[in-house]
């Protein structure tokens, strides 16, 4: 029986600490409407990189830590991070091989529609009508991905993380 050992858990946390610090990090009103959905970045891109070590119940306890985070409804970003993780480890083969800008706009679609349920589940609870700012960080996401995928695959890489 061959047992796989897994190297680099640590650099996989530490990623979506990073991701989450960068969410929390306040910034004037101006620009904080365009601050990209980090923490769903990382969960994509170590889907699609370790789908059999980050998955649906991973993308789950992100998303209860972004619900405490930003103090909003108790689960609803674990719902929108699972439903996230499923969607990517379901089409991850088909995007891995896509060029870079291919897949940012897969990046925008599974973005789009992490807040899309984001905006349902407000919706449901009688939350206020969100302005059409709501959706630029869906851009912004989009555009940063490139580089976000390559910093990414270079630290999965010098520390051989598996």
């Not at 994509?44 to 789950?60: D, E, H, T």
């Not at 800008?101 to 009508?129: C, D, F, N, R």
Request: aromatic letters at 12%.
């Amino acid at each position: 029986m061959v047992v796989a050992r897994h190297h680099g858990g640590i650099v996989i946390f530490a990623t979506f600490v990073a991701a989450v610090i960068l969410t929390i990090v306040p910034l004037p009103d101006w620009i904080a409407m365009l601050r990209p959905e980090w923490a769903a970045l990382v969960l994509i891109y170590w889907c699609m990189a370790l789908p059999n070590r980050v998955g649906v119940g991973f993308g789950w306890t992100v998303g209860l830590l972004m619900d405490v985070v930003r103090a909003g409804l108790m689960g609803q970003h674990a719902l929108s991070f699972g439903i996230l993780a499923f969607i990517t480890l379901h089409i991850h083969q088909r995007v891995r091989v896509f060029p870079l800008w291919q897949q940012s706009v897969s990046i925008l679609v599974l973005i789009l529609v992490h807040q899309m349920l984001l905006l349902w589940i407000k919706g449901i609870t009688g939350g206020p009508p969100q302005p059409l700012s709501y959706w630029l960080p869906s851009v912004t996401s989009m555009l940063i991905w490139p580089l976000m995928f390559l910093s990414l695959r270079n630290l999965r890489r010098r520390f051989k993380v598996s």
